[in-house]
């Protein structure tokens, strides 16, 4: 079976968020405790996608196209707050295969319900492949496992213009943590040796952690009461971030006061880009 032929495949599982995962995730992301007392941040969203994406990207007709894998893209839209100690159906559809190169472009759409409630959609892209990147990309020291960069938190953010700069860093621990609690357990993370083999120097920060850095952001400027502060998502992963090293937050509140426009960052350059639209 070619990659193609998975095409509009659905792949179905239960996610159940109950306080003690989503304390467990709010953890791993450095989230505010104090913020979520009856709901879930929504990047929990992450975890939805993941109680199901690896259905797919590691499906046996997939075969060898998951040695290399790549987060690309991703959009979530929150139709509701979420809601803790609840079962939600959750369904992912491979809704298309583009090949280009010997790479497979996989576009995988994923749909969060309960109780008759449409949560969340989301939207991935995923470049898989077979083959090893062609890298002279030299081989990277991994740091010490609780080693990270300093942060730089604001104690508050302004409702318009320039958003303060927020410096966030992930030990190797914490990929650990975060892959507990986000079920994102893709070796890249975690093993060396599986990321050289992908052409990069070493284990890289999970793409969806560093959005998370980017939504609590949002979430500071937006309705500091609402359970859905946010309603929508488009985050683009441009390069990697590496354990151990800084990345910082910056962006502004645009024309429209309900868009904020962030960019995530390390001296090496843009590591994420996004828009978000706010509740306000």
Excluded: C
């Excluded at 803790?84 to 369904?91: G, L, P, R």
């Excluded at 949560?119 to 890298?135: H, K």
């Excluded at 990069?200 to 999970?206: A, M």
């Amino acid at each position: 079976m070619g990659m193609e032929e998975l095409q509009g495949r659905e792949y179905r599982r239960t996610f159940r968020a109950d306080r003690s995962s989503v304390s467990s995730f709010i953890e791993a992301t450095g989230d505010e405790p104090s913020r979520w007392p009856n709901s879930a941040p929504p990047s929990l969203a992450a975890a939805a996608l993941f109680a199901v994406a690896p259905d797919f990207l590691f499906d046996p007709h997939v075969g060898l196209f998951s040695r290399v894998l790549i987060h690309a893209d991703q959009a979530f839209r929150w139709l509701a707050p979420w809601e803790t100690d609840t079962d939600y159906a959750v369904t992912g559809k491979v809704d298309r295969v583009r090949m280009r190169g010997g790479a497979a472009w996989v576009n995988f759409s994923v749909g969060v319900e309960a109780h008759g409630i449409r949560f969340l959609d989301s939207n991935s892209t995923f470049v898989m492949s077979d083959r090893r990147p062609a890298s002279d990309v030299a081989d990277r020291d991994e740091p010490g496992p609780l080693e990270r960069a300093d942060e730089i938190r604001p104690v508050s953010y302004p409702s318009g213009g320039q958003v303060p700069e927020t410096v966030r860093s992930a030990s190797r621990s914490d990929l650990i943590r975060y892959a507990a609690a986000s079920r994102d357990f893709n070796p890249l993370h975690w093993d060396h040796q599986t990321a050289r083999n992908a052409g990069l120097p070493g284990i890289v920060v999970h793409g969806l952690l560093m959005a998370s850095w980017m939504l609590q952001t949002a979430v500071a400027i937006a309705s500091p009461s609402s359970a859905r502060p946010v309603r929508d998502a488009k985050l683009r992963f441009r390069n990697p971030l590496f354990p151990g090293e800084a990345a910082s937050i910056t962006g502004a509140v645009g024309a429209a006061p309900d868009q904020v426009t962030l960019e995530l960052a390390s001296e090496s350059g843009p590591l994420v880009t996004g828009t978000v639209t706010l509740e306000r």
